[in-house]
C-alpha cells in the first residue's frame, strides 16, 4: 500500500544543533501530523499541518520546533537548538482527511541527542 | 477533555489463549474509535476502526465492538499467536488529531 517515507531513520546530534527530520508523505493526503514516542511508549502528539497552516500543536511542541511544507516537497520538523529530552522517535503520518481518518505512519527518525 | 484509557500497560499470555485489551474513552465528538498495532520497531499500523455502536468489526482474527452506552472499544482475539506480541493503541479522532491512548503490550510465550 501507500508508504510514508522518512529521512533518517536514525539521527545522532550534540545537544543545541539544529536538526531537520524530513516525511515525504503520502502522495495524495492532505493533512500531516508528527508524533513523538519515547522508549516505546505513548504515542504523543505535536502538531498537524494544512493547505500550508499548523491547525494544531500540542504543550509539547516548544517554540524551538518549527513545521513546514515548502512547495509540496519534504514534510519536515525542524528542532533549533536541540535539548536532550527531545531524544525520542518521531513519527510522521498522513492522512487523506482530518476527522475520522485513519494514518499512515512513516517508520520513524530515531533521533538522539547527546 | 478528549482522552482515551487504556488500563493494562503490559499483558503476557501463553500462545493459544484468549485475550482482551480494554479501551474506554471521553470525547465530545460522535466517536469513532481506532485499534493500532505497533510491532518492534515499526510504524504503528491500524489493526481496526469503527463508528457503528453495538456491530462487531473484525480483522485478521482480532475483533472489537464498539459501545457507546459504556464508551468501551475493548479489542479481543480468541485464540493469540507469537506474531501477536506488539505494542497495541486505542485511538480517536479529536480535532484536528488522532489522540492515542498509553498503549497496552501484548507479550505472546510459546
Known amino acids: 500500500g501507500p508508504k510514508v517515507l522518512q529521512i533518517p531513520s536514525h539521527q545522532i546530534i550534540d545537544m543545541g544543533q539544529m536538526v531537520t527530520l524530513n516525511c515525504d508523505p503520502v502522495s495524495n493526503h492532505l493533512y500531516f501530523y508528527w508524533y513523538k514516542q519515547i522508549l516505546g511508549q505513548q504515542m504523543e502528539f505535536l502538531v498537524n499541518?494544512?493547505?500550508?497552516?499548523?491547525?494544531?500543536k500540542s504543550k509539547l511542541f516548544k517554540d524551538q520546533f518549527s513545521v513546514e511544507r515548502p512547495d509540496g516537497s519534504y514534510f519536515t520538523l525542524k528542532i533549533q537548538p536541540t535539548a536532550l529530552e527531545d531524544s525520542a522517535v518521531y513519527f510522521c503520518?498522513?492522512?487523506?482527511?482530518?476527522?475520522?481518518?485513519?494514518?499512515?505512519f512513516g517508520s520513524g527518525t530515531r533521533l538522539l541527542v547527546i | 477533555g478528549d482522552s482515551v484509557t487504556q488500563t493494562e500497560g503490559l499483558v503476557t499470555l501463553t500462545k493459544g489463549l484468549p485475550v482482551m485489551l480494554n479501551c474506554t474513552y471521553q470525547?465530545?465528538?460522535?466517536?469513532?474509535l481506532f485499534w493500532y498495532v505497533q510491532h518492534l520497531n515499526e510504524a504503528p499500523k491500524l489493526l481496526l476502526k469503527s463508528s457503528t455502536d453495538n456491530k462487531r468489526t473484525e480483522h485478521q482474527g482480532f475483533y472489537a465492538t464498539l459501545h457507546k452506552s459504556s464508551s468501551s472499544f475493548h479489542l479481543q482475539k480468541s485464540s493469540v499467536q507469537l506474531s501477536d506480541s506488539a505494542l497495541y493503541f486505542c485511538a480517536f479522532p479529536g480535532g484536528y488529531k488522532v489522540v492515542f491512548g498509553s498503549g497496552t503490550r501484548l507479550l505472546v510465550s510459546p
Open positions: 499541518f494544512y493547505n500550508g497552516k499548523v491547525m494544531e
Open positions: 503520518a498522513s492522512s487523506s482527511r482530518d476527522r475520522n481518518s485513519d494514518y499512515t
Open positions: 470525547t465530545t465528538y460522535s466517536p469513532f
